[in-house]
């Protein structure tokens, strides 16, 4: 028997925004139609993992909550929890968790609290943690580079084990979801 060519299309890098929700709430605004637009996006994709990484310094917790209780019934898809933790030095690292215990942990959860070679040690001893560097080569504050060398990059991006080529969210979800 040969492995399966299946492949599963998965998105990282996602910001639900909810911290912005109030502002929704008080225009009287309906926050579950925006929430059902962002999952036709992912449908409309065919992405079927999505984590959820609000940047810790925003609310992650409850973004990854509103979305995990909006996600249609029919739709088989899996959301994860996460955050875009934020080193002491401002760099940014994508950490997800296959539990809600990443929410629990400070020294995930806490921004500019650690410096970015102990977030990479924290994800890479835990067994629960999965993790990966966004934009690294960006231009906007939480990039990498320059903050660290490629060399530094290079050997974190070995120990997480992934890097991100493309931000779908960044390119098209947030265009699609007024």
Known sequence: MGQSNKRVR???HFHPQTSRFHIRRKLGLDINKRLQKWWNVFRQNDIRIIVSTEHTYVNPVEGYYLMR?????????VILPGVEAVSREGIELLIWSKDESIFEDDNVMMP???????????????????????HPFGTG????????????LLD???KTGMVEAYNFTTYGMYTKCP
């Open 156 to 158: 974190y991006i070995g």
């Open 10 to 12: 998965f998105d990282a």
């Open 141 to 152: 504050p939480g990039s990498a580079f320059p903050k660290i060398s490629p060399y530094e």
């Open 69 to 77: 209780n909006s996600k249609p019934k029919d739709f088989d898809a």
């Open 112 to 134: 500019f609290h650690k410096p970015i070679n102990e977030l990479v040690e924290i994800v890479s001893k835990n067994k629960n943690y999965q993790s990966c560097f966004p």
